[in-house]
């Protein structure tokens, strides 16, 4: 299950539950895997402190399951940060799943990184063992009862084996509030659009369950000891690298694409502008293009 991301947390894919018809829809991963890796990249500094932050607690883990784990970026990241582990990446996506393996052969880490193909939470049972870390990056609120999504989670845990999930953290900026031309704020107004596609998704969800969500709490009810919350800043300040400029492209491609038709006459004109390379004062050109973002990580342990 990888993510569309923006569609909740103004990111591209999604899990930056963007990508294809992102949510509720079928969501064409293959064709949006580029941007899924972009994302990942981009953000990979935020995930490597919330991985050395896990690395306190989970300190020689000998199975690591990275459960939606898209074209695998974080995964091998995973297999960098505890060189003793064995990775598995578990996904629904095929095509995603292909490029997780051509990354972690690119990288050196094919003789202890595997893939597992199918739908969360059910995929799970086919894993050989228990886990010593289960990581699930917004993976979570694509399922429709998350509750029982987190008890199935911690039952393929070992005995004092930790799950972590990313949800919520705030939504990621890209520009100033005030872009100099049409209304300020344009990027708190794509957010409410966003907000409001999330919420048709999670009611669209087979076995749609509406909970209050606080994750401490959820952990609790599945049967996990919560040991911690914390949140990594991503901050990328301007004038931001070319890779990075190409991936806010992207995202705003996306964005302007999704909600093409929710969006006012000006605020669509707005973007048309921002996405246009040939405007000096377009993102592909603008000096003061940043990335500013939190991801909030959520820690439980599997009491024995």
Do not use: N
């Not at 972009?38 to 690591?64: F, N, Q, S």
């Not at 990328?236 to 929710?262: E, K, M, Q």
């Amino acid at each position: 299950m990888a993510h569309d991301h923006q569609a909740h947390h103004g990111h591209p894919t999604q899990h930056g539950h963007t990508h294809g018809d992102t949510h509720g829809g079928d969501v064409d991963w293959a064709a949006l895997a580029a941007l899924l890796e972009a994302e990942a990249e981009v953000c990979a500094p935020a995930y490597a402190r919330a991985l050395a932050w896990l690395g306190k607690e989970v300190t020689e883990p000998g199975l690591i399951v990275d459960a939606g784990s898209g074209p695998g970026v974080i995964a091998c990241l995973m297999a960098e940060t505890f060189p003793g582990a064995r990775v598995v990446a578990a996904d629904a996506s095929e095509p995603l799943l292909e490029r997780a393996r051509a990354r972690a052969a690119r990288q050196g880490f094919t003789d202890r990184f595997d893939t597992l193909a199918g739908e969360l939470p059910e995929s799970l049972a086919k894993l050989e063992y228990p886990a010593d870390l289960l990581w699930a990056s917004r993976s979570l609120h694509h399922l429709g009862d998350q509750k029982a999504a987190l008890a199935a989670f911690g039952a393929r845990l070992a005995v004092g084996g930790t799950l972590a999930i990313l949800e919520g953290g705030l939504s990621a900026r890209y520009l100033p509030r005030d872009l100099g031309f049409g209304r300020p704020g344009l990027q708190a107004r794509l957010d409410v659009l966003q907000e409001a596609r999330f919420a048709r998704m999670r009611a669209e969800l087979p076995g749609a369950v509406a909970e209050t969500e606080d994750w401490s709490a959820l952990l609790t009810a599945a049967g996990l000891k919560h040991t911690g919350t914390r949140s990594f800043l991503l901050d990328i300040p301007a004038p931001v690298p070319d890779r990075v400029r190409a991936f806010v492209v992207g995202v705003l491609s996306r964005t302007r694409d999704i909600h093409a038709d929710a969006l006012d006459a000006e605020d669509r004109a707005t973007l048309d502008r921002l996405l246009d390379p040939a405007d000096p004062r377009s993102v592909h050109h603008r000096p003061d293009v940043f990335v500013l973002a939190a991801h909030t990580v959520h820690r439980a342990v599997r009491p024995a």
